[in-house]
């Protein structure tokens, strides 16, 4: 009996918020990104290197601290998180993507696909690219570009008729190589806040 409590647990800590299934049928010549040398989410360039969805065990892999590289993320504790993956999972639209290096079992790489259900465009769905985020320390391996295309490769298999990001000026350049453009006349993000930024 105390094995089978302790292989659920097992069971449990390695779910994946979504089927990883999913991005083995990704088809990387679909993008007008350029891979030098060639990778992909199935064959990311260093066999020490996985493409997978998060898992609710990433809480022990850096996940967080991989965030917090690109911002703010709090002091989240364990049951935050795993209350917080449970809602994600349960009410579908979120796609966390992750890069793990296995030999230090550390995420190094993420960025998240919601999908937004829409009425217009015949009841389509809509991606958005948010939290994008490597671990400066992999510069050179082409992860950004690899986790970027991932998603966006993820969000036209999941039939979004549209990707759309907000990004800092300096980074426009980069996106616009993988696929991404301005829209004259519609190229501006707006927000309104609730909280102070810290």
Same mark, same amino acid.
């Given at each position: 009996?105390?094995?089978?409590? /302790?292989? +659920? ?12 299934? *999913? ?8 993008? %007008? ?18 493409? #997978? ?30 209350? #917080? ?11 966390? $993507? ?6 230090? /079992? ?5 960025? !998240?696909? $919601? ?6 465009? +015949? ?11 490597? /671990?400066? $320390?992999?510069?050179?391996?082409? @992860?950004?570009? @690899? *986790?970027?295309? !991932? ?6 298999? @999941? ?18 190589? @993988? ?11 707006? +927000?309104?806040?609730?909280?102070? %930024?810290?």
């Amino acid at each position: 009996m105390g094995m089978e409590k /302790n292989g +659920n647990a097992e069971g449990k800590l390695s779910e994946y918020l979504y089927p990883p299934e *999913i991005l083995k049928r990704l088809d990387f010549s679909k993008s %007008p990104a350029k891979f030098h040398p060639k990778i992909s989410a199935v064959d990311p360039g260093e066999d020490w290197m996985v493409v #997978r969805p998060l898992q609710r065990s990433d809480y022990d892999k850096g996940f967080l601290q991989l965030l917090s590289q690109l911002t703010s993320v709090g002091n989240i504790t364990r049951k935050q998180y795993d209350d #917080r993956f449970t809602k994600m999972k349960h009410s579908g639209g979120y796609y966390v $993507t992750v890069i793990e290096d296995t030999r230090i /079992n550390k995420l190094i790489g993420a960025a !998240t696909l $919601t999908i937004e259900q829409k009425f217009i465009h +015949n009841c389509s769905l809509r991606g958005r690219l948010e939290d994008v985020v490597v /671990n400066d $320390t992999y510069r050179g391996k082409q @992860l950004g570009k @690899l *986790i970027v295309v !991932t998603v966006s490769l993820l969000a036209q298999e @999941l039939g979004c008729y549209k990707m759309s990001l907000d990004c800092k000026d300096k980074l426009i350049k980069f996106y616009e190589t @993988l696929g991404y453009k301005m829209e004259p006349g519609n190229s501006n993000a707006m +927000n309104m806040r609730f909280d102070e %930024p810290s």
